[in-house]
Each structure stands twice: as structure tokens, then as C-alpha cells.
């Protein structure tokens, strides 16, 4: 899947000119030399990671709140948008979406005032969560039920540089670390029939600048902002193109202070806010040491996914505030790859099924599966759990003619147990029969993966002490 040096090169030349003409980033002091290449290859390599996040996150940010010709647009800076349904396999704005919650979704603009969240009072059943996800993917606050329970409120939400006090009315003030910041809100759909009280919810959202929430006249306009139109292999394909979009989305991110000896690090490759990178400036040999250390990426994620199968690494260490994840980047990174916007562990742990017991990928043309709990198996949670499947090569929802993509714990009744009480998933392609098609998980004719997603974890799920049982290989017939 590596692109060849040459279609590097030309693509990192193309955008890194365009985005100068567009006054996105200032020339800079370029070294035909650099460093020398075993720096550079271990720079390259902790650059990708450290980035990778950051373009994916503004891939979602360009398609959603900036390419109004796109199917996955949804609503301008600052503009408060609804998802009528839960997602289907037609949705690929983001992958490994969740099918259990229709989303809403504010992209905002903190440059020139904060931004007030309404969210409104619901009854004390339902779930509902809003995540708070700075430029960098740190999770960095939550409104809703675990935070602050269902009975609503206004909470202000502003960047790294207000620092005005707490106006009436407002329940938080919530600081990002971003100039822009994105607020993902998750409504919980208890079955199809109660789409419609998941709407009526969803029209009690709403985001208003600060001034128009205190009714005050506007502050002056933050600058117009040239966005680079991602390129269509961006993070499909690993390579040093990503490194001009990290090097633009930088200049809305003060460094941390915990950071600082990282960007003079990546500054010897030219990576960083108001630096221009291109590939070709640098010697052949520095080239391929560049190109050689984003290679190397690829096993870190096999290593996570390893540890992941093996209940060695969970979601919650994947996602979190800056505090949190203490800049583990290859966490990180491992987040954005599996399931960009993945919770906070308090919020959700995600069980990822890779492999089966006997640590072969998951493939549906080769077998068919069955996950079993035992009675007394379903792991303690104050929300509701769900199994949902997703396809290997797109990492999107399976499309199928019951158009089921998941099981989940609101439909518990409508489940086969057995005598002893307990439970057998059928995973697989075709149906396991008529007598067991409730507990069937439709898989695609080929690789997928699944992920079990527990909302609002008992203590034993957040301690580790609850296992997840093993996907059991059954030969097909």
C-alpha cells in the first residue's frame, strides 16, 4: 500500500506549494542535508505517529464543517448539526462508527469567542454523552450523563486563550487546549421505535457564540483560514504527506509545555507551526531514512493489535485527556487507527476482536464464529453494552439484507439462551438458521473485526477484572 518515492515526492511538492501561495505557512530556513539519516528516520517515524491523529481528526473536520460539495457536510463552524438516524454502512466519515446512538456534532471556532453548549434535560435512563476533542484527539471534557448527569444545562466552551470568568447561566466552562474543537454528542436509541424520542432530544442541543448567548454585540471576526483540501490516500496510505497538514493545523495549537523538546526534535525535519516540508529538499539517502521511519509505523499498530487481542492494552489507555494518556503517542496513534473518537474509559471501554482463540484474523469466508457468555457472563454496566460488526478492508458498518450491525443489550428479550442461561452469538456470513437468526451478527464474505463497546463500565470492567470471552472458530460446512 507504500506509495513509491516519486508520488511522495510530487505530492508533498504540490500541497507544501500550495499552502504557501495561500499564506497557510511561512518558507522556511531548509537544510539540503538535514539531519543525518538514522536522526532522520527516527524523527520521521515519531513525527507520523505524533500526527497521524491530527490529520485524521482534520480529515473529519474538512468533510463535516468545511467541504460544503461533500455527502458527509453537515453544518458550518459553530453550527449545532443532528444525525436523524444511527449510522449505516452509507456513513464513512469516520471509522468504526458506533450504530447505537445517533450523533450530533458541533465543529467550533474558538479563535475569536467561546462557544455555549446547551444541552437539555432527559429523562434519567437514557444515556447521553458529549465528548470534547481538541486538535490534537485528547478528549479533553464531557457534558451528559456520567459528567453531569441528565439534568442539562449551558456550558461554555472556550480556547487556550480566554480568560474571562464565568458568565450567568452557564452550569461549566470547559478550556481547550485547540483554537478549534469539536463536540461529538451521542444519543442512546433504545430500539426503532424510539427514533423519534431521540429527535425530539436532539432539538434541545443547540451551540451559540457567547455573545449571542449574553446578548452583546459580536467581537471582531478571527482571520479567514485557507484550508488545504486533504488528499485522498492521506491516512490510507503512510507517508510523509501528512506532515504539511500537521505542520498547518500546528499554528492552532500553542505548544505545550511538555512538548517543547519534541518540536525543536521535529524542527530538524522542518515539521512544525510556520514550517514548510518538502520531501525533495532533503538528500536521497535522508529521503529514504524519512520514508523508512514512517514504514516502521505499521508495526507499532500490529503490536497494539497484538496486545489488544490479548487483553494486555484497553481502549482506556487509548483516549483520554492530555493529563491522562501523559503524551503516549503510540497510544494515541493506535486510537486514531482503530476507531478515531474512541471515549474515555470512564465513559466507554472498547473489547476489540481481531483474532479468534487461536490468534487467527477474523475472516467469515474461511469460518464462522460463535462468542459465548456464560450465565451471569454480561459485563456490569450503568448504560448498555453492544457488539457491532465492521468490515476488515473498509473498517465501515456491514452492509446486510436484515440490516442488523449490531447486537446490543436493549434487545436482550429478543435472544435465544440456552437451557443453563447462557448466551451464543453466531458470527458469520450466511444465517446460522431460522432457529438461531436472533443471535445471528451478519459478517461480510472476508475479513472484519468486531468491537464489544460497554458504556458507563462496572468497576470490574474498568479494573480489568472482567474478561472478554474469545471469538471460537467453528470450520465452515
Not at 290 to 305: K, M
Not at 367 to 387: C, V
Request: glycine share 6%.
Amino acid at each position: 500500500m507504500a506509495l513509491g518515492l516519486a508520488p511522495i515526492k510530487n505530492a508533498a511538492i504540490v500541497l507544501t506549494t500550495l499552502l504557501s501561495l495561500n499564506g497557510c505557512s511561512k518558507p522556511a530556513d531548509n537544510s539540503s542535508s538535514g539531519p543525518i539519516p538514522p536522526d532522520a528516520r527516527a524523527i520521521a517515524k515519531e513525527a507520523y505517529i505524533y500526527g497521524f491523529p491530527m490529520a485524521a481528526n482534520y480529515l473529519t473536520m474538512y468533510k463535516q464543517a468545511i467541504d460544503t460539495t461533500g455527502s458527509d457536510y453537515r453544518a458550518p463552524f459553530n453550527t449545532l448539526s443532528n444525525s436523524k438516524n444511527v449510522a449505516t454502512p452509507d456513513d464513512k466519515f469516520v471509522v468504526t462508527p458506533n450504530s447505537d446512538t445517533p450523533y450530533s456534532y458541533v465543529w467550533m471556532d474558538l479563535r475569536a469567542e467561546p462557544i455555549v453548549i446547551t444541552m437539555p434535560k432527559i429523562e434519567k435512563n437514557r444515556y447521553y454523552t458529549g465528548q470534547l476533542v481538541d486538535l490534537y484527539t485528547f478528549n479533553f471534557a464531557y457534558l451528559g450523563t456520567r459528567s453531569y448527569g441528565n439534568d442539562g444545562g449551558n456550558f461554555l466552551i472556550a480556547g487556550p486563550a480566554w480568560n474571562g470568568g464565568t458568565p450567568p447561566g452557564i452550569k461549566a466552562v470547559l478550556h481547550a487546549q485547540t483554537q478549534f474543537a469539536y463536540l461529538l454528542i451521542r444519543t442512546q436509541l433504545f430500539n426503532a421505535a424510539d427514533i423519534n424520542n431521540v429527535r425530539k432530544i436532539q432539538s434541545g442541543y443547540h451551540a451559540v457564540p457567547l455573545s449571542t448567548y449574553l446578548h452583546l454585540p459580536a467581537p471582531p471576526a478571527a482571520p479567514a483560514v485557507n484550508w488545504p483540501k486533504p488528499t485522498p490516500d492521506l491516512i490510507t496510505t503512510p507517508s510523509p504527506a501528512i506532515f504539511p497538514y500537521v505542520n498547518f493545523l500546528l499554528q492552532f495549537c500553542p505548544t505545550d509545555p511538555s512538548e517543547t523538546d519534541l518540536m525543536t526534535r521535529f524542527a530538524k525535519l522542518n515539521i512544525g507551526a510556520g514550517k514548510t516540508f518538502e520531501l525533495a529538499t532533503f538528500t536521497p539517502p535522508t529521503q529514504q531514512a524519512i520514508n523508512d521511519g514512517i514504514a516502521e509505523t505499521s508495526a507499532e499498530i500490529d503490536g497494539i493489535i497484538k496486545k489488544v487481542n490479548t487483553d494486555q492494552i484497553s481502549s482506556a489507555q487509548m483516549f483520554g485527556t492530555r493529563d491522562f494518556l501523559k503524551n503516549n503517542y503510540v497510544y494515541r496513534f493506535a486510537g486514531a487507527k482503530l476507531g478515531l473518537y474512541g471515549n474515555s474509559g470512564a465513559d466507554a471501554i472498547y473489547f476489540g476482536y481481531f483474532a479468534d482463540a487461536d490468534h487467527h484474523p477474523l475472516d467469515a469466508s474461511k469460518s464462522t464464529y460463535e462468542l459465548h457468555f456464560a450465565k451471569g457472563g454480561i459485563p456490569e454496566n450503568h448504560a448498555f453494552w453492544s457488539l457491532t460488526m465492521y468490515d476488515g478492508k473498509t473498517q465501515l458498518l456491514v452492509a446486510n439484507p436484515l440490516k442488523r450491525y449490531l447486537l446490543n443489550s436493549t434487545t436482550l428479550k429478543s435472544y435465544k439462551y440456552a437451557p443453563d442461561g447462557s448466551l451464543t452469538f453466531y458470527i458469520q456470513k450466511n444465517s446460522p438458521g431460522k432457529d438461531k437468526e436472533s443471535n445471528w451478527l451478519p459478517a461480510p464474505d472476508g475479513p472484519f473485526y468486531a468491537i464489544y463497546r460497554v458504556y458507563m463500565p462496572g468497576e470490574a470492567v474498568l479494573n480489568g477484572t472482567w474478561k472478554k470471552p474469545q471469538m471460537q472458530p467453528v470450520p465452515l460446512k
